[in-house]
């Protein structure tokens, strides 16, 4: 046993509780008290794992710096054996024996991939995202894995920006709650079956310039606080362990090197005391901002109150002449020293640094039925029925089903971006899976058609590794229009391939391309019904599409089980409940379009179908998006009615109610929807803000009221200080099963 897990063990015999803040801040202190200068900051530095492989670990240059207690954390190395020897290394050989932090990018899941986040979001569903979070962090610590990059809660309006798909979309209440909910399901109690968190990337990194990645970002302070930031805080709130900071620039400084962001916000005004990383090497990237040599911007982040540095490698190089030069202090060093051993004690490492390094969980806990059915289950919920004409939808299994498209039958890329410990051998293309639902009593019919684009070049920029087959355009369309001619219905798989959205991934143009969409106009002319199922990481442009197509299932990327999850929804097992959580435009000219915005002083209003001339709208096109935020369509049909007030609400003002009801003939899921608008206030305040949902079940002519109870904290906002303010007055209360459509009562609050 080495020193500090002997300590460790000591100091759990004696202490009531190992998790209590005391026995950890006296841990921690006398472990510091023997620490070096070089040490402590070993312990500020995290390196990537890269392409180290198995057997090679004790030769790599990392575990020469972690046996030289020069590391504090690594990032992809991946399999757990790798874990073990690197750690191995820094706890049997380092002179004081402090294991690694090991992180990894667990966005959506890991062999078991979940849908991806902006899908996820779609679902509405909480306890789904809380427990898809739960089996990411165990399958991800069966690896040896016990850091995770998530949630990523940064606001988007921009769906040019690739990252919306590791987000939560664009409201800043639903992505507050889920980020929450994330962070529950990975941290538990800390547990072997845990991971530390990683909220990212504080902040606003999701509002860079033309939705172009790693652009510009400037904001005014009262967008900040009102829609930007309380997510973060939410996060804070919620114990994530750990925060990443952003590559961009919060009011001109990046937000690594940002005083005001890091220190005044996240550690002043939120109280939180974990520990913050910056993204990868953006120490050194804030050189190429401007801010000076990496001296000045390694001096910059930790007095900022950056603790950890990836990948920059300028802690490690910097810090311990800027301290003999009186730049930075021992003190800066130490908290950060102290916030990252402390989140070494949180995970259970000082008491067994292999604790997520058992062998036979590699075995039991992986890829198991129950994950994949919590993983097909969360599928199917957040797939967007954004159109069914004469109920096309579902289909049945019988007669001739054209089965179309370049993402019908591709293993690879249904998990969509960041799934960085997936198995796609393990995986069933679409085509597999409808084969195996309709089990004989249908016939499949299939066809690539078309290239996801015309010209290789793009089509290989675009898939980074996760390729498609290349097929001769004309060849394949006609072959395609062949069978479609045969059958009774056309399903279309189309869109994006995985790695078109994430990160790096902006596009100047989001709608289909034009071999598909080329494809999809000669296939809706045979005149047989055609079903567009849209694969995406973002809102996609579908103006064409909602005229001319029947039916539109929005289907993102659905993670390792999306096959399955897509027949269980086509042919009616289950019936669709998503609703969109970012507004889809109808051009890319409309961009940056969102729900909650404000009124102008010339607002056109909804429905005005021609051009007003000095009001607030284009020439060209009317300001309503095709499909609004919250918007879905299911089996059945909803109404909303009798939207009241009631004052026996607990704990609360008072509620907010209406009754609900199915007027069609299935079984459905209902995503309520309750907004709020602050009529008058000091500041202009958006025309509606999301402040509460519930996801409501509903048999055939059943009704159900709900309710939403209405707090202080509901109607108030944030100055440009980001004080919460509350305003008496008159308030519009609306409710809806999408942001459009909603019923609206109105009270004056004292
Ligand atoms: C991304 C982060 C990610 C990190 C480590 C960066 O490029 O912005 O989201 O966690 O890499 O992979």
Redesign the pocket.
């Given at each position: 046993m080495n020193k500090v897990t002997a300590l460790a063990v000591a100091l759990l015999a004696t202490s009531p509780s190992f998790a209590q803040k005391e026995s950890m801040d006296v841990f921690v202190s006398d472990l510091m008290s023997k620490m070096t200068v070089d040490e402590k900051i070993g312990q500020l530095n995290l390196l990537?794992g890269g392409d180290i492989t198995t057997g090679a670990v004790l030769n790599s240059p990392l575990a020469k710096l972690a046996a030289e207690g020069k590391l504090g954390a690594v990032?992809?190395v991946k399999g757990q054996e790798k874990v073990r020897d690197l750690q191995e290394q820094a706890v049997k050989k380092s002179r004081l024996g402090i294991p690694l932090l090991i992180?990894?990018?667990v966005?959506h899941g890991n062999q078991t991939v979940f849908p991806i986040p902006l899908a996820q979001s779609c679902s509405w569903d909480l306890n789904a995202i809380e427990e898809g979070s739960r089996i990411a962090a165990k399958e991800a610590t069966a690896q040896g894995i016990n850091w995770v990059?998530?949630p990523?809660v940064d606001i988007s309006v921009d769906p040019r920006w690739g990252?919306v798909a590791?987000g939560y979309g664009e409201d800043v209440f639903l992505t507050s709650r889920i980020g929450e909910a994330a962070i529950r399901g990975y941290q538990g109690n800390y547990g072997k079956e845990n991971a530390m968190a990683?909220v990212?990337?504080f902040g606003l990194?999701g509002a860079v310039e033309a939705g172009r990645d790693y652009n510009t970002v400037d904001m005014s302070r009262t967008r900040m606080f009102n829609q930007y930031l309380p997510t973060y805080e939410a996060a804070a709130k919620a114990g994530a362990g750990s925060f990443?900071s952003?590559?961009n620039l919060v009011d001109f400084v990046p937000a690594t090197c940002n005083k005001w962001l890091l220190d005044d916000i996240l550690r002043k005004k939120w109280g939180y005391d974990n520990f913050v990383v910056t993204?990868?090497?953006s120490i050194n990237e804030a050189v190429v901002h401007g801010l000076g040599d990496v001296s000045v911007t390694t001096e910059l982040a930790l007095k900022a109150g950056t603790d950890m540095d990836?990948?920059s490698s300028a802690y490690i190089a910097q810090l311990k002449s800027l301290l003999e030069s009186g730049r930075v202090t021992m003190a800066d060093i130490d908290n950060a020293c102290r916030r990252v051993l402390e989140a070494k004690y949180k995970l259970g490492l000082f008491d067994d640094p292999y604790r997520f390094c058992e062998p036979k969980r590699l075995k039991t806990d992986l890829y198991t039925a129950e994950h994949r059915k919590a993983a097909r289950d969360m599928a199917a919920e957040t797939f967007v029925l954004l159109k069914n004409e004469t109920n096309l939808l579902p289909l049945k299994k019988q007669g001739k089903i054209a089965l179309i498209g370049p993402l019908a039958d591709n293993r690879s890329n249904m998990v969509g971006c960041?799934s960085?410990g997936d198995t796609p051998e393990l995986y069933s293309t679409l085509r597999e899976a409808m084969a195996r639902a309709v089990d004989g009593k249908a016939q499949i019919l299939f066809a690539q058609g078309c290239n996801i684009y015309a010209d290789n070049a793009t089509q290989q920029g675009a898939t980074h590794g996760r390729p498609i087959d290349r097929v001769d355009d004309k060849a394949a369309k006609d072959e395609a229009l062949k069978i479609a001619k045969k059958a009774d219905v056309i399903v279309c798989a189309m869109g994006e391939m995985a790695e078109m959205s994430g990160?790096?991934s902006s596009r100047s143009d989001i709608s289909l391309p034009d071999v598909q969409m080329d494809l999809l106009k000669a296939l809706v002319a045979t005149g047989k019904p055609v079903v567009l199922l849209n694969f995406s990481g973002r809102p996609t442009i579908m103006t064409w599409e909602a005229e001319n197509v029947p039916a539109i299932l929005n289907v993102w990327f659905g993670g390792s089980e999306a096959g399955d999850a897509i027949c269980d929804v086509i042919f009616g097992d289950k019936t669709p409940s998503g609703h969109l959580t970012m507004t889809m435009p109808k051009a890319l000219g409309q961009i940056p379009i969102y729900y909650n915005h404000h009124m102008t002083g010339r607002p056109v209003e909804a429905g005005v179908k021609e051009f007003r001339k000095f009001a607030s709208n284009y020439i060209d096109i009317r300001n309503e998006p095709l499909f609004p935020f919250g918007y879905g369509l299911t089996y059945t049909t909803f109404a909303y009615d009798g939207i009241g007030i009631a004052s026996d609400a607990k704990d609360a003002l008072f509620s907010v109610r209406a009754t609900l009801k199915n007027t069609g003939s299935r079984e459905a899921t209902e995503v309520v929807q309750f907004y709020i608008r602050d009529i008058a206030a000091s500041i202009a305040r958006p025309v509606k803000e999301l402040k509460g949902f519930q996801r409501v079940t509903l048999a055939p002519g059943e009704s159900r009221e709900v309710s939403f109870a209405v707090t202080r904290e509901m109607l108030s906002f944030f100055d440009a200080e980001g004080n919460s303010v509350f305003e008496p007055g008159e308030f519009e209360f609306m409710i809806g099963g999408n942001s459009r459509d909603v019923i609206r009562t109105t009270k004056t609050v004292e």
């Open positions: 990537p990032l992809n992180g990894q990018d966005i990059y998530s990523m990252r590791e990683c990212k990337h990194y990443m952003s590559f993204d990868y090497g990836m990948c960041w960085t990160e790096s």
